[in-house]
């Protein structure tokens, strides 16, 4: 039998879906996939072509949708033709900067303006659903099959690429495909639905399905702060240190992001709380801003920037366009041991919270496990030759952690270890960090100067151990000669106990005439941190004790046997050390003992 030429696309793509395809029991299969340009910066077309393959073994009368970024792919635009001229249901949503693109021009004549929506209007909005602007974008990559040739059903793909040639043919992303998850692919066609309706609002903020293996964080979200909100920290507010996949047996983060801005500084302290409790944290990212960096450095979080710039048209850009990251912790959710990736479109920059996005969430082993091998590719190229900009107006940033961190009235009780970083950021409008100047004075005083920076940053670790008052003082400098407004840090150590006075080396009350006698006026000194508290007691017969001065009657016991009355005194400083005292008053038997 003679096949028409759609019927050998099909055919074609049936067979390539055939090696793809999870197994006939599974009820929900992953199938992953990643963009790899390698070390020799080769255009990698693997994504393009899957859903190049996918849109062709869409059958006829099935569902395709789809959402694009940035696009400008030819083959991808004539494949969704094709599907539409065979009688797909084909719809999409593309963010309304492309609408001049000859792509998209084609995709909306061809398909329908109804069917192809491009967002929002010129010059106003390029979201479909967020209402902010500047700046809002329709920012999801998803497309989703209700059936595919080889037989699964409700199918999602999502994906961190944008399909614009050539600049992402030498990124690094990532693509996963889940079909047979009836709630998740419910959950994306409700949104894309959404999306193409132009549902306008500022706080969609929408979790589907809320259980399950696979869950969408989606937005925009609204946020009163962007302290507050922040959908990144929720989801870390889920990451127990305590046990996890590191080589020390605690939680194991590893990050791998396009953009870490100074926006979403909220993450940066996420992260630093998630060190402390003992999970071990690696940041894989391309654009950061220098508070990003320094921040992150401060806490000991390896920061490993990824920029290879345009060399000629032979060696192309080569960054991180992905969006994921891995948790393997335990899951305050169900309180078990769990691995966890996180993908999809969102940036952690400030944009992302505000535009049409979403967040993916995935428990699955076998989809870790891709991942991380994944990741542990992008880690071992790591690199960075970005070439110094023309003009550079703005300072590099600082930040400082300090172990351990004071009581409430900031003193400490042992040495202080300091850690200071500085940084001037990772990209192309940064010049760099010249320095890092450091000074102590007061009761521990010295003097440093670090040159130049180390993986975009510089750190200076310092102990100190003397009692007293110490000031830190700290700024940065970058190449062009913006200097940073120093900053100073107060440490205060106190290690001596304060000194009780007042108690009586010996006593002996005679004679027994019942009578109250004072027999000490207790009080408390301290040169370092100040007294911040001092009792006074005493028992073994009537006593009386007011503020430090303590009182005792002068009788003998029953029987006439002598009398002990114990004394004791406790005084603490503001930093907490303690000191104590004891004394004995005694009404003998006789004059004579």
């Not at 060190?275 to 490993?304: F, K, M, P, Q, Y």
């Not at 944009?351 to 891709?370: E, I």
């Not at 880690?379 to 400082?400: E, M, N």
């Amino acid at each position: 039998m003679r096949l028409s030429r759609p019927s050998l696309i099909l055919a074609a793509a049936l067979c390539a879906l055939a090696a793809a395809a999870p197994p006939a029991s599974a009820a929900i299969g992953y199938h992953t996939l990643f963009q790899d340009p390698g070390t020799s910066r080769t255009a990698d077309l693997s994504l393009d072509n899957r859903v190049v393959t996918l849109i062709n073994a869409t059958p006829a009368h099935e569902q395709l949708r789809f959402t694009f970024r940035d696009f400008n792919s030819r083959p991808i635009a004539d494949a969704l033709i094709a599907a539409h001229l065979r009688e797909v249901d084909v719809r999409g949503v593309i963010d309304g900067d492309e609408r001049t693109q000859q792509t998209v021009i084609d995709l909306v004549r061809v398909i329908g303006a109804d069917r192809v929506v491009v967002c929002g209007a010129p010059g106003f909005f390029n979201s479909c659903i967020a209402n902010v602007d500047p700046p809002s974008l329709m920012h999801n990559k998803f497309f989703t099959f209700s059936r595919l040739a080889d037989g699964r059903e409700q199918v999602v793909l999502q994906t961190s690429k944008n399909f614009l040639s050539p600049s992402q043919l030498t990124y690094y992303n990532d693509m996963v495909e889940i079909d047979g998850d009836g709630p998740l692919y419910q959950a994306y066609d409700k949104y894309f639905a959404d999306l193409q309706a132009q549902v306008r609002t500022d706080d969609y903020d929408v979790t589907a399905p809320d259980d399950g293996p696979n869950t969408i964080f989606i937005s925009p979200r609204f946020q009163a702060t962007r302290d507050v909100d922040d959908t990144i920290v929720d989801r870390m507010d889920e990451i127990d240190c305590s046990e996890g996949g590191s080589a020390s047996g605690r939680g194991l983060i590893r990050v791998a992001n396009m953009a870490f801005r100074s926006e979403r500084a909220v993450i940066v302290g996420k992260l630093g709380e998630l060190h402390r409790a003992g999970c071990e944290i690696d940041v894989i990212a391309t654009n950061l801003d220098g508070d990003i960096v320094a921040g992150l450095a401060s806490e000991g979080i390896r920061v490993r920037p990824f920029f290879l710039r345009r060399l000629s048209a032979a060696q192309p850009q080569v960054i991180v366009h992905s969006k994921f990251w891995l948790v393997d912790a335990i899951s305050t959710r169900t309180g078990r041991r769990t691995k966890v990736v996180y993908a999809g479109s969102s940036n952690w920059r400030g944009d992302q919270q505000r535009s049409d996005d979403l967040l993916l969430r995935m428990v699955d082993d076998g989809v870790y496990d891709a991942y991380a091998g994944y990741w542990e590719k992008i880690r071992d190229r790591a690199a960075s030759d970005q070439a110094t900009p023309a003009s550079d107006a703005k300072p590099p940033v600082s930040a400082l952690t300090r172990r351990p961190a004071p009581n409430a009235a900031g003193w400490n009780r042992d040495d202080v270890a300091l850690r200071i970083a500085a940084s001037d950021g990772h990209n192309v409008s940064n010049s760099g960090l010249r320095s890092l100047h450091v000074e102590m004075t007061g009761a521990q005083s010295g003097t440093w100067d670090l040159a130049g920076e180390q993986d975009a940053s510089r750190v200076a670790e310092l102990v100190v151990t003397a009692e007293g008052e110490t000031t830190v003082s700290y700024f940065a400098e970058d190449r062009f000669g913006n200097r940073e407004a120093p900053q100073a840090h107060t440490v205060r150590i106190d290690r001596t106990p304060p000194r009780i006075a007042g108690l009586p080396p010996a006593c002996t009350l005679w004679p027994p005439n019942g009578r109250m006698v004072t027999v000490a006026q207790v009080t408390a000194s301290d040169e370092g941190s100040g007294v911040a508290s001092l009792t006074a007691d005493a028992t073994g017969g009537d006593v009386t004790v007011d503020g430090g001065t303590i009182a005792v009657r002068a009788e003998k016991a029953e029987r006439g046997r002598a009398r002990t009355y114990a004394l004791t005194a406790r005084a603490t400083d503001v930093a907490g050390n303690v000191a104590e005292g004891a004394a004995e008053c005694v009404v003998p038997h006789s004059q004579g003992g």
